[in-house]
């Protein structure tokens, strides 16, 4: 049973581009939770989906960023117009029910951005 | 969501056991207390969770204060590889699924 897999590894953007992070949940896990790690830092929750649904939001700052699960296919976070302060590892964690299970995290992906 | 207070740092000796502790003084009784620890490079790694009692896995042991206020992670012989970051987390709420990191503890094993 292959891990939660992200891709990129690495992604480098220039000021103003998209950044596009994909994430595949473990066979069978229909919850994806996305956590951003700034550098130095410890890890902050940003968005919690399941298939199709955005169930908390909280952590996600209002502007430019936006996070899919479609029925079919990874769950996607994106990152539009892209600035300095974005520059973080971004990693995906999936689990096969909602409350009180581990979640299992992929290796992340981190965004540079020049 | 659960508030944590974990040490910055610690140290041990290689092959000794190591006590992690954390307050989680703020916990509700249905939180169920998760440990999860961070290899430099790595995402996190589920250790153990439990909500009352003590609880063993072939990774680490859980002992949760009767109060439920605060727990030690034990890791019974602490090897090279267990240097990472170790967080307790605030735990996931009922309804609410989130993970709240604090700082962690950052662990270095002494060869």
């Known amino acids: 049973n292959a891990g939660v897999m992200q891709n990129p590894r690495h992604l480098v953007r220039r000021r103003g581009q998209e950044a596009r992070l994909r994430c595949s949940p473990m066979?069978?896990?229909?919850?994806v939770y996305w956590y951003r790690q700034l550098p130095e830092e410890g890890l902050k929750f940003m968005v919690y989906?399941?298939?199709?649904?955005?169930?908390?939001e909280s952590g996600m700052p209002k502007e430019r960023f936006s996070a899919e699960f479609p029925k079919e296919g990874p769950s996607i976070l994106r990152i539009q117009q892209v600035v300095r302060g974005d520059s973080a590892a971004y990693f995906c964690?999936?689990?096969?029910?909602?409350?009180?299970?581990?979640?299992?995290f992929g290796p992340g992906t981190r965004l540079t951005v020049t | 969501d659960a508030k944590t207070t974990q040490p910055n740092s610690m140290e041990s000796n290689e092959e000794e056991p190591v006590h992690l502790p954390c307050n989680h003084s703020?916990?509700?009784?249905?939180?169920?207390i998760h440990w999860y620890r961070q290899l430099p490079s790595q995402g996190p790694e589920y250790v153990i969770h439990?909500?009352?009692s003590n609880v063993n896995n072939r990774m680490a042991s859980l002992a949760i204060a009767e109060d439920r206020k605060s727990s030690t992670l034990i890791l019974h012989r602490a090897t090279l590889r267990d240097a990472a970051v170790y967080y307790c987390?605030?735990?996931?709420?009922?309804?609410?699924?989130?993970?709240?990191f604090g700082t962690g503890t950052r662990l270095t094993i002494i060869p």
């Open positions: 964690a999936s689990s096969p029910r909602g409350s009180r299970n581990e979640q299992y």
């Open positions: 066979k069978g896990h229909s919850h």
């Open positions: 989906l399941q298939k199709e649904n955005i169930i908390d």
């Open positions: 703020t916990i509700s009784g249905t939180d169920y």
């Open positions: 439990g909500l009352t």
């Open positions: 987390t605030g735990t996931l709420n009922f309804g609410n699924e989130k993970l709240t």
